[in-house]
């Protein structure tokens, strides 16, 4: 949570509920994506005001319309009045800090979702994404231009695969497919992002101090983990909910994503589990590194001290010290000092510390 | 729990169930304060006595009766009497260690919940808020004036929003959801210092101790959760309670404080998490700070020592070393030193110690 | 559990189920005391012959038996023979190493209960009490006198409250509240013992080694949990029982005492988790004072070791030292370590280990 | 799971469904055991053959069948053939790595359970026992003589206790009771040797490494809790179970032995928290003992470093050290040295690091 | 998860759902082996191309069709076809970074599983299996040649046990047995793993760091876990499926299976456990490792350290130092040297540091 959404959160306390309050930081100005289709016709527009797509709540057809600008919440508003929307729904859509749900009104099924991605700087960004399914037609919600429904307007253009024969339950599934397909590469780079912090801790020459990288990738992964878990929870409600406008035989389809939310969340998991276990090999490292600092001073310490002791005696100023006459008794000094020497590290050898 | 609300518990043991003590300590004069409206009137009126709240209770409109002051057991034993309380929900309201509950009578819905601040010291205070809800009226019980209602006085007053066209259930939901929009603030403050210990352990100059700052503020963030964790429990129940004083239009806004009271623990839960990691990063922050320490220790000993013993050998006093009397063997072993010395250096470069 | 009850299970094992076996260690003459009693009338009677209660099981008025000395099992068992209690409940109810438990049989509800207490040596022992609940009578069998009930007795016998113009199942309510209102003493002694502990880890002069101290309370905290655990789920049981013996009006009573038995779980868990934190903290608190302690040896040696190198150059004897020979050269030598020795506190001030 | 267990596991794999393979070690001329009875007659009877005891399945009376020698794998084939007994059941009889479990068959109820005993080593064995319960008869198949039942041939024989009054299914319960009572032996040698660890950690003279000994008790603690866990499910799945084997009034019975499992599983629960725990405890004392080394080292180190580099200063050989003339020049050193001495373990002593 | 399937995922982001793309490397002919027997006949066939096995499909006898070679997805698209096997069904089998999973259609049941398998350089492998279970077939569909069916194929062709008797289910069950009996292998490997590095931790002579050898274990572990546990869900499902195909007598045989699932699946969590602690072992090992260093380091320094000083005092150069000129002052000193150290190993001895 960066502070300028908790900033923003602070407009909304103590407001009416109800109120629509845009609670991001990105104003763009509205623009409008809508397809209208059946499986014989197409019609694909852009436009900026809402007004030209009140129309095709009453079509036959299946429409999806597209909303780009979240500021907009005078539109938005517009809009919810005319699709019959529910002035608290509306307020959960411009809320982006909103946890991602499904909510299940008499006229519609209002499910709203996270999009993850990582911006130019490489930080992880999420984008909050409301899709509003009702009879005839999907109405998403993004705060900007830009997201991962390129394939489904594919798709829907080119009528690849059954989407233009089919209801705007499999449009739904179709869009929450692509979000849930793009959390792939979200997984896939940080379990990248993990094994390189492994990488680093295991084979590291310096002792650099990596514990500020370790804490803040479990941040980011217990981010992306509640952004994901909702999911689960999301289609599983999807599936068992008796809405009307859940086609029996989507069913199957939306079975699918469930079996790929449960896949995304066991990878958080296991990423999450390898990188709590990585602080306590960040931490045997270090400890290991300074036990092999701490035998060399040992060695070095353990060897000369009492070398040095030996010259010391001998360089003592007493009258009578008989030893210092003798005409060789210098050289048999060295030699005595140096089997001292070999037989330590002797000693050392055999104690594995060399 | 401090030690005043410890102590006042022991008032309570053994005494007969349903007496009234108040277990708190702050002592103030009742005060009452009335709103009683539908979609056309209003009355807005202070008082001290509860005997003049009594008539509300026959009345159609809508009434709000916000009382402050639950030292004043009497009164509120006589309140409880006139308007059906049972001694068991009296006795609960001004107990103020209470746990955040939600209890079903015939007549009446008892919810009783905390109000979280920080005080002028910045100490975290709770203060305990019980809610009435019964069929034309709601009634608040506060331990003292003050509280986080003040923009629903102000939509009474001015009539914004549903409030003055909607029953008493929509009031009891504008009340809990002030109260829970409230724990935003203090989901804030707790990130925020979260965050700053986070900052002190990764950018510290200084070898400071903060373990004691990381458990005051796990604490703070146990005792936060104790508070905020039974509030999911308590609207969910609302929401599945099949009370009669609960419109099933008002199912809707419930369901959207469930959503923040789910918000809000994940929050908390988010920051106990990263507050149980900090110990383990400081712990290691240590670890390496020690690291560093002990590699200074370890180069200035193993470069010394050894030439400490090469003087101290020329410093003894044998008659027969012949080195001693050559002309330039001064010179010479100042150059072995020397030759020792960046060959020890060199040694801890490649070891990347230095 | 200490040796004399585990040594005490072992009569048990092999036993055919059913025999009356007394494990605990503490053995007393019989001692009953009677309480019969209606809205009008009450007979207070002391006794110590099992038959002269016998006659109360008939009684319309409510009777209260409570029986000190579970070690006189035979009595126990006429008893038990008497009231229609079945064996395998009499050997639960002599077994002081009994988990707290309900049974629900066709004729009574058994409710084995353990108290708590702080003996004179401030260990905590704790005490089981069985509790019988029928039509018109609650027998109590409890292990030696002394226990928490005075506040009832004066209850019924000055006919404070509701209890005498209530059944036996609010009698049976006021027991448990009564035993319950007691844990909160051992609620507050725990916390106490914890706060102490983690002041004397914060603020310890002295290098302590406090962890056999953290284990010993962590150990009482898991004993009492053990005890208080299986509360909540006896309550709930009584709450959820169909049985007869259990009035609705009863049930709100009950339910006071679940949401007790709530907060007491929490705060023992709270004490747990803050006792399980403090281990953490008590390592870290070591950790930083053994760095503290290698901070001063190696400044001290670092210092020092050099500056003797430098001392043991101009002690070696060689002929040929020409510095040896210059006037100043001491005093010169020693302004050099002067240098050193400030130049290098200045480098310690700088790494901040000063 | 020991190397031999685990090699015989490989003559399973493969091999079709219903094959009876022992898959133990202990070879065993099967012996059976036969208790016939009812209230008014017994037969006790040894045999060696399985058709001997095939006639008892059609008797009214109540008949147990020990049967020890799982290795007899044909003769278990065909006493299953006789009494009906799946082949499933008997590959699970013979297959002793099995985990405990109960089947529920038409005809009858297989329960799997682990005696657990130490043998005269000290080593933790489990030997598996399956009981085979139907209308008039229960069949105990062991893999050696030598079991726990002894108390029950003692009551069956005198007729002590209601067994020779009941059915099968109070059989069953003795039998299952008398294993569970068992576990008690085993729960108690656990926690004596968690309680010597215990006293080890805290009260060790020698700095031992018992980490393995921890490490050793775990695995043991974790290996009786796999074996005693299942317990619990098996015993509440026979109390819950509509098998027209079981009486409703063996059903206190059934529920008096869940209440021993609930408090087997608790204890052993208890120990792994405490061995958890140990860990924590050893490193710590660990810690502390280095950091009571490290205290004498940097005491005697800063005391005489400082000093030697004084005298150092003193052997020098410059031609003009002043001090060195003065008369007395050299006692006034040994008494600055004597100040500074005493000065540091003031200091020390200051710092309580002695 | 290794690079290589992550990358093959990309391919299949943004797809038409239903578009089969096989997500693995492994590129095989397609080949198909085919039994189609009853009790009386037996027909076993090897063929390349699936247009060879679409008439089974109608016939009475059960036949199953192992097809290896998922990367060939045209022609698995028209067996699919032929099959009546749904295209998301399809998609899955040939998307082999699959869950485990059950799925079940109105015309078959889809069983995914994975087999696990240590290849040539001992590094662990998992080969995704697809079992279709029909009225009359059972299709499996594996990525290359070589499982762990041989057993079956023997059983088939031999007409062992009661597969020639029994259904399609049965089959299943069978494919599903062996599957599940392989991984015990697996959990052997990895146990004697586990063991192996305890071994390596408790005995080992040189100090190697190992933590990220318990690291790739871990890893190991959490992987295979991963592939085992859905395993427990699939066989409860299939259980409790009221599939048309599951014949009620089989559901004995899917209970063991599921008997064996929960056993590996409490092996796997047993060595999780172990290895986890495992860490906390070796960080104890290193821990008392560089405590014996700190000792002889301590020992030595100790002893000669206020040695080395005493002879330094000796070695100044005072005019006036009355000690040197006596006769035995010298050896006097010796003496003196000879008790410090004697007496300082005295205390270290009783300080049990020798």
Redesign the interface.
């Known amino acids: ?1 960066n502070k300028n959404k ?1 900033k923003k ?1 602070h407009k ?8 629509l309050i845009y609670t991001g930081d990105k104003t763009n100005k509205l623009s409008i994506e809508c397809f209208d289709y059946n499986s014989n016709q197409l019609e694909d527009k852009q436009c900026n005001k809402v007004e030209d797509v009140f129309h095709y709540k009453a079509t036959e057809t299946i429409t999806w319309i597209n909303i780009n600008g979240l500021n907009n919440t005078d539109e938005i508003y517009k809009l919810g009045q005319a699709f019959n929307i ?1 002035t ?1 729904s509306l ?2 859509i411009v809320n982006i ?3 991602p ?1 499904i ?1 299940e ?1 008499n006229d519609y099924l209002l499910v709203i979702l996270k999009m993850l991605y990582y911006d130019n700087n490489n930080v992880l960004k999420s984008e909050q994404i409301s899709l509003i399914l009702s009879q005839n037609f999907v109405i998403t919600l993004q705060e900007a231009e830009g997201d991962v429904f ?2 489904i307007r594919d ?1 829907i253009r080119l009528a ?4 233009r024969n089919s209801g705007s339950d499999y449009l739904l ?2 869009l929450i ?2 979000i849930t ?2 959390y ?2 979200i997984i ?1 780079k940080i ?1 990248d992002k993990v094994e390189n912090l ?1 990488d680093l801790i ?1 084979n590291q ?3 650099k ?1 990596l ?2 990288d370790i ?1 803040q990738l ?2 980011e992964i ?1 981010k992306i983990r ?1 952004t994901i878990f909702p999911l689960r929870e999301i289609i599983n409600k999807i599936e068992k909910s008796e809405s009307p406008y859940i086609n029996p035989k989507t069913i ?2 939306i ?2 994503v469930y ?1 790929h939310s ?2 995304i969340s ?2 958080i998991e ?1 990423n999450r ?2 990188i709590f ?1 990585l ?13 092999e ?6 060695i ?3 060897i ?6 030996i ?11 008989p ?8 050289f048999m ?2 030699g005595i000092m140096a089997l001292l020497f070999i037989g330590m590290l002797y000693y050392f050898k055999r104690k ?2 060399l």
């Open positions: 949570m908790r959160h909304k306390i103590g407001q009416i509920p109800g109120t529910h608290l307020e959960d800090s909103q946890r749900k909510d009104y390129d394939s798709r690849k695969g059954k989407i599934y179709a497919d692509a397909d793009h792939y590469y896939e379990t492994e295991f020459k310096e002792q101090n514990s500020q804490h479990k941040k217990l509640r199957h389809y079975r699918d079996d449960l896949q066991e990878s296991l589990e390898m276990g602080m306590d090999m960040h931490m045997t490292t270090i400890s290991n590194k300074m036990n600092v701490m035998k060399v001073l040992t070095i310490a353990t000369f001290i009492p070398l040095t002791f010259a010391g005696i001998y360089g003592m100023n007493f009258d009578n010290i030893e210092l006459h003798y005409k060789y008794s210098y000094l060295l594995k510390w």
